[in-house]
């Protein structure tokens, strides 16, 4: 049994944009050489999800128009009142409420079974990291454990 | 330590459609024989999840209300023009924007503890196999990881 | 390799209601004496959820209104309907089919990495056990697996 940890450094482009990072799970799988167990792939990011879906490119403008439906970017959130907020005001500080909401019911991380060898992604499943902020270097893990 | 994969084929009958799966999970963690560590409950498919919540039958009415809500099955999806799509296009497609966006919000796995040999579900959580899309054969995984 | 479970017992005031947890996670790790692995911090409740996002108090207070507007308390759910339910029928029942429904889309657990001995909680991650229902006595875990 061992776990092993990968970091992932990208630039994201636009928002939200979804990043399909199921290549690069699938090489630290391998790096690892974990056979059974699973991999852990996690956003070190409050304004970015991870999140298995297809990457159909036509059902990802679906996605990013239902994501600005549930929070759209220039709703009213208290949080973008930068005269009134005292907490985690910084020089970089964005309004980035409709994000944070977002992320809230998409979630931080995923968790994948590895068997035999292989992760275990059904025939249409790809793993994304999602950026719902605005373009920026960003930070994502895998953790892989197993034997 | 060790890590044991269990598969389980089912045939869905409508959809939404929630099975509960908590009788199956259990079986599987005692199959294992781990008394301490975890199982990853892990769907194969982007459209459908795997959550935990109460099997009570008005509840589960209301589940598929608020789905319908959030995301209805005769809405506008881009993925459904399968005249403009040209990816994943399958003898088989559906028209099933829907079940991909309502599977985004609720999620591709579970993870549940175990201690000394009980699967760590409280007394109200039960955890469903969920379809969104139509009745179809369908795969559900468990992994179930310690030792 | 081990795995080492904690529970904290906690009663909440409110709801919802959004109480950060991270200092007792990252202690949890810390007694586990885990370098390498991940934490699975797990709600025993279906209408308690567990999430990672920032803890700024007026984002908070976004958030509470956010749920409310995706499933709003006063909200017409049958499984609020006591006269014609017959299943999990309690002395203590309480009408909270908006609680079931917004825990749907939360989730029940989170998984985090630990590398070298540190929980991977990013600059602004704190992790959150969320009351949707009403104010009880109420139940968290923590399972840490690792070398």
């Given at each position: 049994m061992k776990a092993r940890?990968?970091?992932l450094q990208l630039n994201t482009q636009k928002a939200p944009e979804f990043i399909d990072i199921t290549g690069w799970v699938t090489q630290c799988v391998a790096e690892s050489q974990v056979r059974n167990g699973f991999a852990v792939v996690?956003?070190?990011h409050t304004t970015c999800a991870?999140?298995?879906n297809e990457n159909e490119p036509l059902l990802l403008q679906d996605m990013a128009k239902f994501l600005e439906t549930i929070?759209?970017?220039n709703g009213k959130y208290q949080h973008n009142d930068f005269r009134?907020?005292?907490v985690n005001m910084n020089p970089?500080?964005?309004p980035n409420g409709h994000a944070h909401l977002q992320q809230l019911l998409l979630g931080t991380s995923e968790t994948i079974p590895v068997s035999d060898g292989v992760v275990q992604?059904?025939?249409y499943q790809s793993i994304f990291f999602i950026e719902l902020d605005h373009p920026r270097p960003r930070e994502v893990m895998v953790?892989?454990?197993?034997?």
């Amino acid at each position: 049994m061992k776990a092993r940890a990968f970091c992932l450094q990208l630039n994201t482009q636009k928002a939200p944009e979804f990043i399909d990072i199921t290549g690069w799970v699938t090489q630290c799988v391998a790096e690892s050489q974990v056979r059974n167990g699973f991999a852990v792939v996690y956003s070190k990011h409050t304004t970015c999800a991870v999140r298995i879906n297809e990457n159909e490119p036509l059902l990802l403008q679906d996605m990013a128009k239902f994501l600005e439906t549930i929070s759209p970017r220039n709703g009213k959130y208290q949080h973008n009142d930068f005269r009134a907020r005292t907490v985690n005001m910084n020089p970089d500080e964005s309004p980035n409420g409709h994000a944070h909401l977002q992320q809230l019911l998409l979630g931080t991380s995923e968790t994948i079974p590895v068997s035999d060898g292989v992760v275990q992604f059904g025939r249409y499943q790809s793993i994304f990291f999602i950026e719902l902020d605005h373009p920026r270097p960003r930070e994502v893990m895998v953790q892989v454990v197993g034997e």
